[in-house]
Nanobody, 123 residues
Framework: VQLQASGGGLVQAGSSLRLSCLGS????????MGWFRQAPGKEREWVSC????????QYADPVAGRFTISRDNAKDTAYLQMNSLKPEDTAVYLC?????????????????WGQGTEVTVSS
């Protein structure tokens, strides 16, 4: 199982980025997918998740209304559209594949993790 996250970069506050997470080595549409982030010196935190079929999406309060998670199972890819970025969104963003089909925020529900893509938002 491999998860390859991409799409990070350095942007100004108010800008947008779209992160992608390409999965391989497993049947993508059997599992929910999640995005987490870890800022320097801080604990890893859950950002968003999407159920296996895409019908259920959930967001952490700090990103709700600004971020949108989606998936294209035909392309084995999950996405995180990030709008109205703020300096406090600066972090390494990691995608993860859960052990289940439903959406979960707890890290213990996730079996595999990608390497992360760095997002830096300047003020």
């Amino acid at each position: 199982v491999q998860l390859q996250a991409s799409g990070g970069g350095l942007v100004q506050a108010g800008s947008s980025l779209r992160l992608s997470c390409l999965g391989s080595g497993f049947t993508v549409d059997y599992y929910s997918m999640g995005w987490f982030r870890q800022a320097p010196g801080k604990e890893r935190e859950w950002v968003s998740c999407i159920s296996s079929g895409g019908g259920d999406t959930q967001y952490a309060d700090p990103v709700a209304g600004r971020f949108t998670i989606s998936r294209d199972n035909a392309k084995d890819t999950a996405y995180l559209q990030m709008n109205s970025l703020k300096p406090e969104d600066t972090a390494v963003y990691l995608c993860a594949r859960s052990k289940f089909e439903y959406c979960y925020s707890r890290q213990s529900a996730y079996a595999f993790w990608g390497q992360g893509t760095e997002v830096t938002v300047s003020s």
